[in-house]
């Protein structure tokens, strides 16, 4: 998911303006210039990841039985527009939108999924739903922004928040993802492109992947574990949802097998583990092929997890609460921390308390949880994208909340 939401920065600072770009990438600060709403989990500055961080934290205590704290549930919904769609923040929610306020496909899918879980949400549900059924593109799919180039990513994310809102006309998101989607000889044989390059060409994309398997299964963020329906990547006949699913699995196993995790390169740095789209994986394999698929990217996670989830958060907690909930591991006992305890700590307490340890977790947590910045990792997203050419590119895409 690292290389999701740092796309999802690019494509916020690239309509910002070149100009901007340069002062954003400067500010290396974690912590935020004005006081955070009460209601919002993690301490960083929410510009980029607000509704992100949120939506996951608030769906990561649902799925561990947990009832978030009203005023959680209340900040999320507070920053829906009032034509459905979601920001990644609004400072100032009480101002209705406009044609300035950037909305986006991903922050929207991440609430539906949030709020659909929590339920009583019908309404917000429905025009979020409404909204992003209109910006569908006419391929049938999604991308980051409105009237962007469809993406993986964003395809899948909606894919999984439109089934759980009960809609069933996904043939043609279906048909849109599906474009995506490598043959299986070759390079980055199985895998799921983010998009094609200017000459339609197709590069195999961890993170699009991991999102990929989710979306053609028509699965969200906190999807359990399914059957055992793994197969390898063999070409012929139709490719259907479930077969690009099996295939995007197949690559997946593959590159976990050595080491247990995705590597995440920066141009001119050492290939470094990429916690985030391991987490990710963890959860598409399990979906896809059952709790015995997913095994080695866990284990990896439980014993290495633990201070890039302290550095990033919320929505790093909530990550790794995902990849338990689809292994059947206890998140209470998480490579030997309480993962719901941790994420409780960054975030108001839910109505129903988890375990005891409770304030200690929350003092321990102090006020970094939620990343090596932000801006910080927005200048990350700038290098890496300007050393591959991404931002002069004509599109950009979603999608992190690490």
Known sequence: MIVRRCAAVLAAVAVIGAAAAPAV???????????????LFGTTDPTYDGVWRQSLALLAQDTVGLEPAAKAVDWLTGQQCANGAFAAFRAEPSKGCDAKTMVDTNSTAAAVQALVALGGHEAEVGKAVDWLKGDRNK???????????SDANS?????????????????PAYDALLTFSLPCDGAGAGAFAFQPDKKGRLTANADATAAGVLGALG?????SAGRKAF??????????PSRAAAHGAAFLAGATAKDGHLV???????????????????VALAAQGGTARAA?????LEKNSAAWAKQNGPAAYAQLIFAAHATGTDPHAFGGQDLVTLLNATGPAPRKQAAAGEKKAADSAGKDDDGFGVYWFVGVCLVAGIGAGFLLSGRRKAGQGS
Request: hydrophobic letters at 30%.
């Open 25 to 39: 990438a400067a500010s290396p600060s974690p912590s935020s210039s004005t006081a955070l709403p009460s209601g």
């Open 139 to 149: 391929d049938g799919g999604w991308g980051y922004s409105p009237g962007g180039a």
């Open 155 to 171: 395809t899948s994310l909606v894919i999984g928040a439109l089934t759980a809102a009960g809609e069933k006309d996904l043939g």
């Open 219 to 223: 699965r969200g963020l906190a999807a």
């Open 231 to 240: 197969t390898s990547c063999s070409d012929g006949g139709d490719l259907t």
């Open 264 to 282: 995440s390169a920066l141009p001119g740095s050492t290939d470094q583990p990429d916690y985030g789209n391991t987490a990710d994986a963890v």
């Open 296 to 300: 080695k990217p866990l284990a990896w």
